[in-house]
């Protein structure tokens, strides 16, 4: 339809009409702009999803770690003779921390002043820049992981156990 109309345009005027070429071009340059517009919105979501995906991902990895030690103090349960079915819930204090590395440097300077009536002053300055260390990915180096404390366990067990002196 479009193509059809920009054809009649053409082959209808003999002489080039300015005003119709100039709006043609103009509607154009506004088509391609709209297009640009549309596909940096379009880019931004994805990057929101993937950045929630990967938040995501960091969270269930952390879950299965703490699942892993309720699984392995379960396993140690169940051996024990007479215990048939063991349920496991650790509850941790705080979550795992990490320790990044720093490239640290720091500068000390000391001024001695003295005016004519005899008054002396003494000004110190301490300069301290703290800088984290990141990969090639601008995610931080970590120098190490401060795991959680375990603040609680609830152990469930159904068996027939006698206990012994």
Do not use: C, H, W
Not at 63 to 68: G, T, Y
Not at 136 to 152: D, H, L, M, S
Request: hydrophobic share 35%; aromatic share 4%.
């Amino acid at each position: 339809m479009i193509k059809e109309k920009i054809t009649a345009l053409v082959k209808k005027e003999s002489k080039p009409n300015k005003k119709k070429i100039e709006n043609l071009v103009f509607a154009l340059i506004l088509l391609m702009i709209t297009v640009i517009f549309i596909n940096n919105i379009f880019s931004k979501d994805k990057n929101e999803i993937i950045e929630k995906d990967t938040i995501t991902q960091k969270t269930i990895a952390k879950k299965e770690k703490e699942r892993d030690l309720e699984t392995d103090l379960e396993d140690i349960l169940k051996k024990i003779k007479g215990i048939e079915d063991v349920q496991v819930l650790i509850t941790y204090s705080e979550t795992e921390k990490y320790v990044p590395i720093y490239n640290e440097s720091s500068s000390q300077s000391t001024t001695s002043e003295k005016d004519t009536e005899g008054g002396e002053r003494l000004t110190e300055s301490i300069d301290t820049n703290k800088e984290v260390i990141s990969d090639a990915n601008q995610q931080p180096i970590t120098e190490r992981v401060v795991y959680p404390k375990a603040e609680g366990a609830i152990i469930s067990v159904k068996g027939n156990i006698s206990v012994r002196n």
